[in-house]
């Protein structure tokens, strides 16, 4: 995608209001829960598997997990987190506790009290481990990818400028489109052009819609960066001895590999899987790659004591 092709797409961003005119065009289904209109697909036959995207990308991030997931015989479950995608941009705090109030609601609504495994990449880490918190029972396994929430992320100076009241709001309203925008594709490291363009023109797709960019920068403040509060999310997977397999790249410049320390240090039961020169998005990136780790994990028996 060259220049010209970009700043299109940059000048796309918050351009209509999502309707519900909007919404029947699309894939997919929709479901009015209590937090807000939710975008989902629902697959597959089997266990059920849950898929939390992140910060900003919203559910087709999943893209090659989720058909993979459904062909290996699981009822593969992903949405678009308030703020992102086609679900609605709520007009409240974005913290980990709305979060996973929308992920349990929207469990409940599908799968009434049943068990599932559930992912989560990057923040969407923190709205798993949370989830888990306030839920507890509700998970059979957890998958982190790449999460966010250690308490020892060096932030960045960028994100740190976002943080300030006002100043924040000014900066995020001018610059943080096209920051997002750019962000979202640099990490895909193997994928071909085709499909790097494939993953901008979905992300300026979702992002067209007034009210992105607050909810992002709700959510920088009051869920990646409040780690302290993010911690007690993984203490808790940790004291519910929640079955827990991580996968990290080395070359991750968004979650920087050095946090799967802490994460091990807190977790001390989760399986720790490094990838080589992978970045912050290999589930997308390199989706034959993460499956084939994640699938005997998933297919493995749980140990009780009898």
């Known amino acids: 995608m060259d220049k010209a092709q970009l700043n299109r797409l940059v000048r796309q961003i918050e351009t209509l209001e999502l309707t519900d005119a909007q919404r029947q065009k699309a894939s997919g289904s929709f479901i009015n829960l209590e937090t807000g209109n939710t975008h989902y697909e629902l697959k597959g036959q089997g266990k059920r598997v849950v898929l939390v995207h992140g910060y900003a990308t919203p559910y087709y991030i999943y893209d090659k997990v989720f058909e993979s997931l459904v062909n290996a015989g699981f009822k593969v479950l992903r949405y678009d987190l308030l703020g992102r995608g086609l679900s609605e941009r709520a007009k409240a705090k974005y913290t980990p506790e709305l979060f996973a109030k929308q992920l349990n609601e929207l469990t409940q609504a599908l799968f009434g009290s049943e068990k599932f495994i559930l992912f989560g990449t990057s923040m969407g880490g923190i709205i798993a481990s949370t989830f888990c918190r306030l839920y507890p029972g509700r998970v059979e396994k957890l998958v982190l990818l790449a999460p966010a929430g250690m308490d020892t992320y060096k932030t960045p100076f960028y994100t740190k400028i ?48 007034k009210g992105f960019l607050r909810c992002t920068l709700s959510s920088m403040r009051n869920t990646i960066l409040k780690t302290a509060h993010a911690m007690k999310g993984y203490e808790s997977v940790a004291n519910q001895h929640i079955p827990t397999l991580c996968i990290w790249g080395t070359d991750d410049k968004t979650m920087p590999y050095y946090q799967h320390e802490r994460l091990q240090e807190v977790c001390p039961q989760a399986v720790i899987h490094t990838f080589k020169g992978s970045g912050h998005i290999f589930l997308f990136d390199e989706g034959e790659r993460t499956v084939s780790v994640v699938l005997p994990f998933l297919l493995k028996e749980i140990k009780t004591n009898d």
């Open 162 to 209: 976002c943080k300030i009241p006002v100043l924040g709001d000014i900066i995020f309203s001018t610059v943080g489109g096209k920051i997002l925008l750019i962000k979202s594709a640099s990490e895909l490291k193997y994928s071909s052009q085709e499909v790097k363009d494939y993953y901008l023109n979905s992300f300026a797709y979702s992002a067209k819609y």
